[in-house]
Nanobody, 112 residues
Framework: EVQLVESGGGLVRPGGSLRLSCAASGFTFSTEGMFWYRQAPAEERELVASITSAGDTTYFLDSVKGRFTISRNNAVNTVYLQMNSLKPEDTAVYYC?????WGQGTQVTVSS
């Protein structure tokens, strides 16, 4: 059974940082591209970042470029989203995805 478990969300002030983790199991993690999405209230879910299986190619949503980085550790089956210089508009539930499998999400709230 595929499982994706996100963690690391929370409440942070504008300008702060958080690192999200997504622990994966039930498939061969090192062969799969991984994705981070987010969904704000009353908004559609949007792709924030992605990373190839080897970690050599990444994609970022324009609004997070230069602030977010995505990385992975295939030895521990985990993908990360480092979020710096957070803004209130980054507030959302953040989800990890592999193919059509989704995690339960982790809430990120950026507020003073």
């Amino acid at each position: 059974e595929v499982q994706l478990v996100e963690s690391g969300g929370g409440l942070v002030r504008p300008g702060g940082s958080l690192r999200l983790s997504c622990a994966a199991s039930g498939f061969t993690f090192s062969t799969e591209g991984m994705f981070w999405y987010r969904q704000a209230p009353a908004e559609e879910r949007e792709l924030v970042a992605s990373i190839t299986s080897a970690g050599d190619t990444t994609y970022f949503l324009d609004s997070v470029k230069g602030r977010f980085t995505i990385s992975r550790n295939n030895a521990v089956n985990t993908v990360y989203l480092q979020m710096n210089s957070l803004k209130p508009e980054d507030t959302a539930v953040y989800y990890c995805r592999r193919r059509n499998n989704w995690g339960q999400g982790t809430q990120v709230t950026v507020s003073s």
